[in-house]
């Protein structure tokens, strides 16, 4: 398999991976998904993929926060004090998402796309224990079913709507639409008002937005 870069900066990568969530989210109190977007959109995430020296060694996972914050947030105040919560998920989640990702050469918008930071946060507190190979091959598994699309995920995209104007027009919670898509809660035990409110807007059959195995 083809690594997204060389291994010599993955030890680096997914630490500073780990210190930079770890830092965010108890240090700073900011919440991961939030943080996850600024990531995204800044750019920085492009270069982490690539495994730029600079960005996966070059700087400290506080230094990473920091510039990616003050893209968009260029008053906020930043705290100095750092203390490192390794044992905590926060970290392990940012090293095994970073370590991952060069496995995989997966991006990491695609990464967090199929398996949220609470599914990961799931993982942390059941396999943490585990060889890093074992929660790979685990993590691999469950990205291969996730990304068979859920039935709302090809509806939704095939009628134009992104979640959040989903959620806007049905009055469904935006969390509870992604983690529907994400199979982080299961749509065939939501509340009917729920899905006939998706049903109206997308048009479509109530039972068409349920999910059906061949077990």
């Known amino acids: 398999m083809i690594r997204a870069y060389n291994d010599r900066y993955v030890m680096d990568a997914a630490n500073n991976m780990g210190e930079m969530l770890d830092y965010i989210q108890n240090i700073c109190e900011i919440d991961l ?31 990473l926060a920091v510039e990616i914050v003050g893209k968009f947030e260029e008053t906020k105040e930043m705290p100095d004090k750092y203390i490192e919560y390794k044992t905590l998920s926060a970290y392990w989640i940012g090293w095994i998402i970073a370590y991952y990702q060069w496995y995989s050469a997966r991006t990491f918008a695609e990464i967090v796309e199929v398996i949220s930071f609470e599914n990961f946060k799931r993982l942390h507190d059941e396999y943490r224990d585990y ?21 709302l995920s090809k509806i939704r995209k095939k009628s134009g709507l992104s979640q959040r104007e989903l959620a806007q027009l049905s009055g469904v919670n935006i969390r509870s639409i992604q983690q529907y898509e994400q199979r982080a809660k299961d749509i065939n035990k939501a509340a009917a008002q729920s899905i006939k409110a998706l049903a109206g807007v997308l048009a479509c059959r109530m039972e068409a937005l349920l999910e059906y195995t061949n077990e």
Do not use: C, H, R
């Not at 091959?137 to 996730?146: E, F, L, P, R, S």
């Open 33 to 63: 998904n939030d943080f996850w977007s600024m990531f995204i959109m800044s750019g920085y995430a492009t270069l982490f993929e690539k495994g730029v020296p600079a960005v996966v060694a070059g700087m400290s996972g506080i230094e």
């Open 131 to 151: 060889e890093n190979e074992q929660i790979i091959q685990i993590i691999d598994a469950v990205m291969n079913q996730g990304e068979k699309e859920t039935n």
